[in-house]
């Protein structure tokens, strides 16, 4: 599976738990009136299942694939910004 492939499949995964997230903070609220642990909690959600994000890096050069420039945007690059490689190529078998 190409690493632009395996990005794209985190950032449906992390718009999952947006609205988990966000479900989290509305039912605690509705339930239990308003919470800063339902935030807290919501928000160490979205940093534990965003932290695989960093793993996401050219091959060929290093640069993530979710920055562009100095910041971070929900979708990743089809081709690296910094060295045009194409992200969303079958990785080759040759280990």
């Not at 239990?32 to 919501?42: I, R, V």
């Not at 929900?74 to 079958?90: G, I, K, Q, Y």
């Amino acid at each position: 599976m190409s690493l632009y492939a395996r990005a794209a499949r985190h950032a449906w995964r992390m718009a999952g738990v947006v609205v988990l997230a966000v479900l989290l903070v509305v039912i605690v609220d509705r339930f239990y009136g308003h919470s800063t642990l339902a935030f807290a909690a919501a928000i160490m959600m979205l940093l534990v299942a965003n932290a695989p994000m960093l793993r996401f890096n050219c091959p060929k050069c290093g640069k993530n694939a979710f920055f562009r420039g100095p910041f971070v945007v929900f979708w990743p690059n089809r081709v690296c910004t910094r060295c045009s490689e194409d992200l969303a190529a079958a990785p080759s078998q040759n280990r």
